[in-house]
Structures are given as structure tokens and as C-alpha cells.
């Protein structure tokens, strides 16, 4: 939930709602999107955006390098004001993620497509009653983006073709939401797209942005739950233990005094059991499976969500198992069934080593788990309206 009375809106949420109310539009500015991947379609209107095909890959195998494959056009709309003092500095950045207004829009469309897609700077601007072609600018100092693939992709599924008019459609009630809640909702979209920008390189980093991505809308979702039960989401072996113990009576107190610990992890742990996607259409053999009932995915999600405080409380990585790149399966002539889960009984790397219980999934299913659990979530909002 979200602490703030009044939050402040991101641009582009305060941006749409000025368009719809009949600000008038003062200049256009246009951006290269850059992807890895196979763009069809075009939305040349989305409220005052636009996302135009330039058919950069149309030579290029996919996967393979990145093409400045979609222009996004943003009309800014606002009412002409004086130039004068500004008013006192404050502190206000709780919606603050980092990027600018192109990169909001992208990495919500990023989060949609499910594919590595980035803004570059601004590079024409269209001014009112200004040059009818636009003027070329290259002033806002952002390199185009770039990334290198090293070996076998951690999350195949990126390289898909996707088509612009089907992926972003859950945007197109994006101003009919609380400005709360589309806050968190682009703040997850730019962890989610930082993940899989990097997860082929750094997949240790990836995990944490992707488990970052899930806090941030699960905040938002809702921040309520017995003690009691919150301790038994994130460490059960102490719940067991205090109950086997000659002081049962201990356990409330000790879940009260431990509050503040557990609570995240129930909050996570509960936004995956309400949220997650159903198993990908296409799997694995089932020894390459992990499972997707209920009671397993809680589980899971718990363990994963100790492995993240470890990385960030005690600098202890997330396990090398969860960061090695899936198999192909044997699925036909589909090559997207892959591997989600580590194999054996344990595995040994760099002097550390791993049961089997301890390393619930691989990075590509957890993306698939992750992504599906925010936009479920984001298409739950309808619902409440």
C-alpha cells in the first residue's frame, strides 16, 4: 500500500491525463527504442504516444545485435506558463526510477512485450509552429543502449518475434489508474526491463531486479497478515522448532518481535500465490519441470526470496545453479521448451555447493513467473475500478 496522501505522478501518467482533459499539445518529441528482437506492427496512437516500425531487423537474424527498431513519438501537453521564480525545494521522489519520460513509456512496453527493449535520448523535436520536419537534437547526453551476449541465452524466450499492436495493449487504460498505483507500476517495469537487459551477463544481478520488481507492485497490492503466519513464510524451521520446544506459548511473541523481518516475505511470497501465470504452453520433460501448484510456488517463492536477503544483507549470491543458462528440451520442433530447474541431487562450483532444495528454479522460469504475477496484477485493476 502505498504510505503517501498525495504522490506525485510520473510524467507520462500526468502527461496522458493533461491530454485527455484538453491541454493543448506544445511540441512533439521522438525517440529510438532499441531491441535484439523481430518488431511487426505499429500503434500510431496510444493517448499522445505513437510507436512506429522501423523494420530494422528485417536483414538480421534476431538475438544477434540491436536495431533502433521502434520510433516513439510523445506529445507533451500542458498550458503555456510565465516564466517566473520557482517555488521552495522539497524532498519528492517517491515516484523517482531513474530514467527520464522516454524510458517510462519503453520499459512499460518492454514489461508488456516480455522483450529487451530501450530507450535512446531524444533525437528530433517537433516545436509548435516550428519546422514542419522537426529539428535533429542530440542534447540529452543518453548513449544508445548496448549489451553483449555471453554464450547460451539465460532467458531464450526474449529473442520472439512480438507484435506492437497486441503487446501493448495494457497500456491503453493505463490513465484510469491511481497515480499510486501506475507509479509502482512503471518503477517494477524499469527493474523488470534492467533484468532481462542484463541477465545474460549478470544473472545474479538479474535475479535481484526481477525479485525488486514483484516488492514494488506487491507494496502496492497490500501490506497485511497475521505475524504468526509471516513468520511461518520465512523461516518454518523456527516455527517447527518453537512448537516442538517445551515454550510453544513462545511463538506469537517471538513472530511480533520478528515482524518487521517476516513481513516482506509474506508480502512477496502471497502477491506470487495471488498472481502467478499458469505454466508456460510449451515445458520440458517433467525431471526439467517445476511445479506450479500452489502450495510449490509458495515454497519456491520463499526460498528465493531468502536466497535475495542474503545477496543484499551478507553479500552471499544467489546460488550458481539458478544462474546457469537453460537446456533445450526435447519438444518436437519447438526449441522454447527449456529446462526450469537445476538437474541432480546437489551441485558443486567455486569451492560452494548446493542441494537440490535450496535451488527451486532457473532464471528463465522465474522471469516467466515474475512478469506474468505483475501484469495479472496490473489487468486485476480493471476489476476494482
Same mark, same amino acid.
Given at each position: 500500500?502505498?504510505?503517501?496522501?498525495?504522490?506525485?505522478?510520473?510524467?507520462?501518467?500526468?502527461?496522458?491525463?493533461?491530454?485527455?482533459?484538453?491541454?493543448?499539445?506544445?511540441?512533439?518529441?521522438?525517440?529510438?527504442?532499441?531491441?535484439?528482437?523481430?518488431?511487426?506492427?505499429?500503434?500510431?496512437?496510444?493517448?499522445?504516444?505513437?510507436?512506429?516500425?522501423?523494420?530494422?531487423?528485417?536483414?538480421?537474424?534476431?538475438?544477434?545485435?540491436?536495431?533502433?527498431?521502434?520510433?516513439?513519438?510523445?506529445?507533451?501537453?500542458?498550458?503555456?506558463?510565465?516564466?517566473?521564480?520557482?517555488?521552495?525545494?522539497?524532498?519528492?521522489?517517491?515516484?523517482?526510477?531513474?530514467?527520464?519520460?522516454?524510458?517510462?513509456?519503453?520499459?512499460?512496453?518492454?514489461?508488456?512485450?516480455?522483450?529487451?527493449?530501450?530507450?535512446?535520448?531524444?533525437?528530433?523535436?517537433?516545436?509548435?509552429?516550428?519546422?514542419?520536419?522537426?529539428?535533429?537534437?542530440?542534447?540529452?547526453?543518453?548513449?544508445?543502449?548496448?549489451?553483449?551476449?555471453?554464450?547460451?541465452?539465460?532467458?531464450?524466450?526474449?529473442?520472439?518475434?512480438?507484435?506492437?499492436?497486441?503487446?501493448?495493449?495494457?497500456?491503453?487504460?493505463?490513465?484510469?489508474?491511481?497515480?499510486?498505483?501506475?507509479?509502482?507500476?512503471?518503477?517494477?517495469?524499469?527493474?523488470?526491463?534492467?533484468?532481462?537487459?542484463?541477465?545474460?551477463?549478470?544473472?545474479?544481478?538479474?535475479?535481484?531486479?526481477?525479485?525488486?520488481?514483484?516488492?514494488?507492485?506487491?507494496?502496492?497490492?497490500?501490506?497485511?497478515?497475521?505475524?504468526?503466519?509471516?513468520?511461518?513464510?520465512?523461516?518454518?524451521?523456527?516455527?517447527?522448532?518453537?512448537?516442538?520446544?517445551?515454550?510453544?506459548?513462545?511463538?506469537?511473541?517471538?513472530?511480533?518481535?520478528?515482524?518487521?523481518?517476516?513481513?516482506?516475505?509474506? !508480502?512477496?511470497?502471497?502477491?506470487?500465490?495471488?498472481? #502467478?501465470? &499458469? /505454466? +508456460?504452453?510449451?515445458? @520440458?520433460?517433467? =525431471?526439467?519441470?517445476?511445479?506450479?501448484?500452489?502450495?510449490?510456488?509458495?515454497?519456491?517463492?520463499?526460498?528465493?526470496?531468502?536466497? !535475495?536477503?542474503?545477496?543484499?544483507?551478507?553479500?552471499? #549470491?544467489? &546460488? /550458481? +545453479?539458478?544462474?546457469? @543458462?537453460?537446456? =533445450?528440451?526435447?519438444?518436437?520442433?519447438?526449441?522454447?521448451?527449456?529446462?526450469?530447474?537445476?538437474?541432480?541431487?546437489?551441485?558443486?562450483?567455486?569451492?560452494?555447493?548446493?542441494?537440490?532444495?535450496?535451488? &527451486?528454479?532457473?532464471?528463465?522460469?522465474?522471469?516467466?513467473?515474475?512478469?506474468?504475477?505483475?501484469?495479472?496484477?496490473?489487468?486485476?485493476?480493471?476489476?476494482?475500478?
Amino acid at each position: 500500500m502505498n504510505t503517501s496522501a498525495t504522490p506525485t505522478a510520473s510524467y507520462t501518467y500526468a502527461n496522458w491525463q493533461r491530454a485527455r482533459n484538453g491541454d493543448p499539445a506544445q511540441a512533439t518529441s521522438e525517440a529510438m527504442l532499441f531491441t535484439d528482437t523481430w518488431v511487426t506492427g505499429e500503434v500510431p496512437e496510444l493517448g499522445p504516444y505513437a510507436f512506429i516500425n522501423t523494420i530494422a531487423h528485417a536483414s538480421i537474424q534476431p538475438g544477434k545485435i540491436i536495431q533502433p527498431a521502434v520510433a516513439m513519438r510523445v506529445t507533451h501537453h500542458h498550458q503555456e506558463t510565465p516564466q517566473g521564480p520557482t517555488t521552495s525545494m522539497v524532498n519528492d521522489f517517491e515516484h523517482y526510477h531513474g530514467g527520464d519520460y522516454v524510458d517510462e513509456m519503453a520499459a512499460m512496453a518492454s514489461l508488456c512485450a516480455g522483450v529487451r527493449l530501450k530507450a535512446g535520448g531524444v533525437t528530433r523535436q517537433f516545436e509548435k509552429d516550428g519546422d514542419r520536419f522537426g529539428r535533429p537534437v542530440q542534447y540529452s547526453g543518453k548513449p544508445d543502449p548496448q549489451f553483449l551476449l555471453e554464450g547460451q541465452p539465460q532467458i531464450p524466450r526474449l529473442t520472439l518475434p512480438f507484435n506492437l499492436n497486441d503487446c501493448l495493449r495494457p497500456l491503453t487504460n493505463f490513465p484510469e489508474r491511481t497515480v499510486a498505483q501506475t507509479n509502482a507500476f512503471i518503477k517494477a517495469a524499469r527493474q523488470y526491463q534492467q533484468a532481462i537487459w542484463i541477465a545474460d551477463s549478470d544473472p545474479t544481478l538479474a535475479w535481484l531486479m526481477l525479485v525488486s520488481a514483484i516488492e514494488t507492485v506487491a507494496l502496492e497490492w497490500k501490506s497485511d497478515s497475521p505475524p504468526v503466519e509471516q513468520l511461518g513464510t520465512a523461516f518454518p524451521e523456527l516455527v517447527k522448532l518453537i512448537r516442538e520446544s517445551k515454550s510453544p506459548e513462545l511463538l506469537e511473541p517471538v513472530a511480533g518481535i520478528l515482524k518487521q523481518l517476516t513481513h516482506s516475505t509474506k !508480502r512477496f511470497v502471497g502477491f506470487i500465490e495471488a498472481f #502467478a501465470p &499458469p /505454466a +508456460p504452453a510449451e515445458r @520440458p520433460a517433467p =525431471y526439467m519441470q517445476i511445479s506450479y501448484e500452489k502450495p510449490d510456488l509458495r515454497k519456491a517463492a520463499s526460498l528465493i526470496y531468502r536466497h !535475495r536477503s542474503q545477496s543484499l544483507h551478507r553479500g552471499t #549470491a544467489f &546460488p /550458481a +545453479p539458478m544462474c546457469q @543458462p537453460p537446456r =533445450y528440451a526435447s519438444a518436437g520442433q519447438n526449441k522454447l521448451a527449456v529446462q526450469e530447474k537445476p538437474f541432480g541431487l546437489a551441485t558443486s562450483s567455486r569451492n560452494a555447493s548446493w542441494t537440490i532444495d535450496k535451488t &527451486p528454479m532457473l532464471i528463465n522460469a522465474f522471469e516467466h513467473i515474475a512478469r506474468g504475477a505483475i501484469l495479472n496484477w496490473w489487468r486485476s485493476l480493471e476489476q476494482q475500478a
